[in-house]
């Protein structure tokens, strides 16, 4: 079943979450039991992230190694591991850094025949190398143009034009948003205007990258509003769970941790830094609830137990 779909039947504000593949290397059973704590909470989708190869650096005898590496493949096999085993509607990233769009048209393929009937499409960041293309072979530049090969998809278009009648997916397709702004926008607007562009071209939803303050939520969706974009847009939360996080967090995702946050996390011990974290989204979603949001999407990412005290607070 689509997001919009769940979006639109529920009279209620829906939970939904995001977990991460694990590392290569690593078993499923930690990601397959964090998915069975999930379930308990009937999410109506859980999200897979994806990820590109990447260059990594190394330290051996010869001296400092460049590797490219693909550390967390998976995103399909844990989709189709959530809705044969949990019958919970799996979202899997797709990213267009990274891929060719004839990758991505195969894979495209393999989430239809999974029944896989969602998607949300991304850019990706710079994987820090560059993938030589093959001839011939072409690449999404911008989400934009990920939500185009996919609507083209969608009607039964394929990168090859000879491929007459073909049969058509029918993926709806959520995009990402930032009430902060995209770290490589010259202002908010631009960016509001980039997404309404993404919309324009057949994205059904947004998720907005994760924020510590609702009033930035607040105003985007206003300012999306304003700007004629009609879609839902689903806030994105996440639980600070350690002192690290205060830099990890807006290095890694251009956001701001509020200042009465930071202080509350600085002066707790050690012991204590969850229950601050927790308390932090407690008064966070209760807000969003209270003001009927369509949907809380969770990141959890490895670990659900921060985000299940959440939600055991606010009587789930
Ligand atoms: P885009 O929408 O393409 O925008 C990227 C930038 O380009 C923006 O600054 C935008 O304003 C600008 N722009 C857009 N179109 C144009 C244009 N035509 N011309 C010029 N500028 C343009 N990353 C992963 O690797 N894996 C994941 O699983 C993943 N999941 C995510 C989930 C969510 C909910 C969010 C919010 C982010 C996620 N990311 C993930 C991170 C994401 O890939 C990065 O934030 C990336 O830098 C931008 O992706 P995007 O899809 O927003 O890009």
Redesign the pocket.
Same mark, same amino acid.
């Given at each position: 079943m689509k997001i919009v779909e769940h979006l639109a039947n529920s009279d209620e504000t829906i939970i939904s979450f995001?977990i991460?593949p694990p590392r290569r290397g690593s078993d499923i059973t930690g990601v397959r039991n964090t998915v069975s704590r999930l379930a308990n909470y009937k999410p109506p989708f859980i999200?897979?992230?994806?990820?590109?190869a990447e260059a990594v650096y190394e330290e051996t005898k010869n001296g400092i190694e460049r590797k490219v590496r693909r550390k967390r493949p998976g995103?399909l096999g844990i989709c189709s591991m959530i809705k044969e085993r949990f019958n919970i509607e799996p979202v899997p990233?797709v @990213?267009?850094?990274g891929f060719s769009k004839e990758e991505t048209e195969n894979f495209l393929i393999d989430l239809n025949y999974s029944e896989i009937d969602n998607i @949300?499409? @991304?850019?990706?960041?710079?994987p820090g190398f560059i993938r030589p293309i093959e001839n011939g072979k072409t690449v999404n530049?911008?989400?934009?143009? @990920?939500v185009e090969q996919i609507k083209s998809l969608n009607k039964g278009l394929y990168l090859d034009s000879s491929l007459l009648n073909a049969e058509g997916t029918d993926f709806c397709i959520?995009? #990402?948003?930032?009430p902060e %702004?995209?770290? =490589? #926008?010259?202002n908010l607007m631009?960016?509001i205007?980039?997404?309404k562009? %993404?919309v324009d071209a057949g994205a059904d939803y947004i998720?907005? =990258?994760?924020f510590f303050d609702n009033r930035h939520y607040f105003k985007y969706v206003d300012t999306c509003r304003q700007a004629g974009i009609n879609v839902p847009i689903i806030p994105?939360i996440k639980v600070l769970t350690s002192k690290e996080q205060l830099k990890s967090l807006p290095s890694m995702?251009h956001i701001d941790i509020p200042l009465e946050l930071t202080e509350l996390v600085m002066d707790s011990k050690e012991e204590k830094l969850i229950e601050a974290g927790v308390k932090w989204t407690y008064a966070q979603v209760e807000e969003l609830l209270k003001r009927d949001v369509p949907c809380v999407?969770f990141?959890v990412m490895l670990d659900s137990s921060p985000v299940e005290e959440v939600l055991g607070m606010l009587g789930f």
């Open positions: 995001e991460i999200d897979v992230t994806s990820h590109a995103t990233h @990213l267009c850094k @949300l499409a @991304l850019r990706g960041d710079d530049e911008y989400a934009i143009n @990920l959520g995009v #990402a948003g930032y %702004k995209h770290f =490589q #926008a010259p631009t960016d205007r980039r997404t562009e %993404k998720v907005t =990258q994760m994105g995702f999407h990141y």
